[in-house]
């Protein structure tokens, strides 16, 4: 790699970094999300002009401080040029006073104050409610993650155009709702913390087991959902569900290395190579949960299935699990999020604690309801039970169900191998 090349990757891996930081900055100032996020790409094309020639700076800071200082004074321009050319802006002056600002001669320094604030303001933004599930989605994944639209376009596998719509038309409601650059008040934060947790993990979803595609994991979304929830748990360290999302997702992708064989088929939880999974996500995923627990107030949902996570990751084998555990904590998990898919997770752990009818008892009850009417693993879970029953002609049936609901090819693969093992000799 020439040193051209190399400054350019430093340049990418600087602002991958930084670029969040740059944009909440950016927007306590204008105001404006889409115009911070403008405001930080043009030192970011700066910076590609400049640092090929004269090197990356290495001044107090380093390259993120040449960055935000580049980036301030574009504000500054900005910030003019409005207060003199564009009288529907003078509201905007006035909010800027109150922020110790003035249109003559802002105060540079005030930009790097509460930065810490200035992120947790940007979160709740990209997750602000007026927004739907995909904007949030792909507006936290740009503005938080730095991920290009191409980038979280082949991430869910749509077009690109349709993510780059998203983005646009999320930022244009921002702007015409006047939503505040703010976090949100005491009485508000619950229900807006639990937004932004839920497209976290949303997002790690996806990475963990792909909805569609060739792939089964995508360790990228994970990855970032993983760097998400670690910057969140640094901001709000007292909040439990933040520490419970964490060490969930931390326990969760300690397995992803076992998840998946040499040609990228999955592998069931059963037939994991435990020696494959990661000790250091494990024993940072025990710390958060830990962290969460030390915490005053009941666990929420994230915190309960983080406890059903750390029982898998302390057990030697799926023999040694502790499933009893495991299915009284979906009970506490149903007791806090009633929803048939936590029962239909409680028959799995049922079936392994008390026997694969007892398990089949409470999938069976799940047939019909409309919420599940298409949810791939409800033939899935009722085709392992029938299975372990020797019902192979029934567990036949239900694999091949499953198989043709999946849009997922791995996974279709996995469900069409297991009917094969169901046919009658």
């Known amino acids: 790699m020439d040193d051209y090349e190399a400054t350019r990757s430093a340049i990418e891996a600087v602002w991958r970094i930084e670029s969040p930081r740059l944009i909440a900055g950016l927007a306590r100032i204008t105001g404006d999300v889409g115009a911070a996020e403008e405001l930080a790409q043009d030192a970011l094309v700066i910076a590609l002009e400049q640092w090929p020639a004269r090197g990356v700076p290495d001044g107090p800071g380093g390259p993120g401080a040449w960055l935000m200082a580049t980036a301030k004074h574009r504000a500054i321009d900005l910030v003019r040029r409005r207060a003199r050319y564009d009288q529907k802006l003078q509201e905007v002056g006035r909010d800027m ?57 082949r991430a869910f596998l749509v077009p690109e155009p349709t993510i780059a719509q998203r983005i646009v038309r999320a930022k244009r409601t ?38 569609s595609g060739e792939d089964w994991i995508r360790p990228e979304l994970c990855a970032e959902a993983l760097r998400l929830g670690r910057l969140l748990a640094g901001l709000m360290p007292r909040q439990i569900e933040v520490h419970g999302l964490v060490a969930l997702m931390e326990l969760q992708a300690s397995r992803i290395g076992a998840r998946t064989g040499r040609d990228g088929e999955p592998i069931l939880l059963a037939d994991q190579d435990r020696l494959r999974w990661d000790r250091l996500l494990i024993r940072r995923g025990l710390a958060a949960l830990e962290r969460a627990e030390q915490l005053d107030g009941p666990p929420g949902r994230y915190a309960v299935q983080a406890e059903i996570a750390a029982c898998h990751a302390r057990a030697t084998s799926v023999q040694n699990t502790d499933w009893e555990r495991i299915a009284a904590l979906y009970v506490v998990l149903a007791h806090l999020t009633p929803s048939p ?10 079936g392994m604690a008390y026997g694969p009818e007892a398990g089949l008892e409470i999938a069976d009850d799940l047939v019909g309801r409309p919420a599940l009417a298409g949810y791939v693993q409800l033939p899935a879970v009722r085709g392992h039970l029938l299975a372990e029953l020797g019902r192979r002609a029934e567990a036949h049936a239900e694999f ?3 198989a043709a609901l999946t849009s997922n090819a791995r996974e279709r693969a996995l ?9 009658e000799p």
Do not use: W
Request: proline share 4%; glycine share 6%.
């Open 97 to 153: 006073e109150t922020q110790a600002l003035t249109f003559g001669e802002p105060d540079v320094d005030k930009m790097d104050d509460h930065i810490g604030d200035d992120l947790l303001r940007l979160i709740f933004i990209a997750c602000h409610p007026v927004l739907s599930a995909e904007a949030r989605t792909a507006l936290t994944l740009r503005l938080i993650g730095g991920l290009t639209t191409y980038e979280i376009a």
């Open 174 to 211: 921002l702007a015409d709702k006047k939503v505040p650059f703010e976090i949100p008040a005491p009485g508000e934060l619950a229900g807006r913390v639990d937004s932004v947790l839920e497209i976290i993990y949303l997002i790690f979803n996806e990475g963990y087991s792909a909805t």
């Open 341 to 350: 898919v936590v029962e239909l997770n409680r028959a799995v752990a049922v």
């Open 400 to 402: 091949t169900r499953a």
């Open 415 to 423: 469900f069409l191998t297991r009917a094969a093992e169901c046919e």
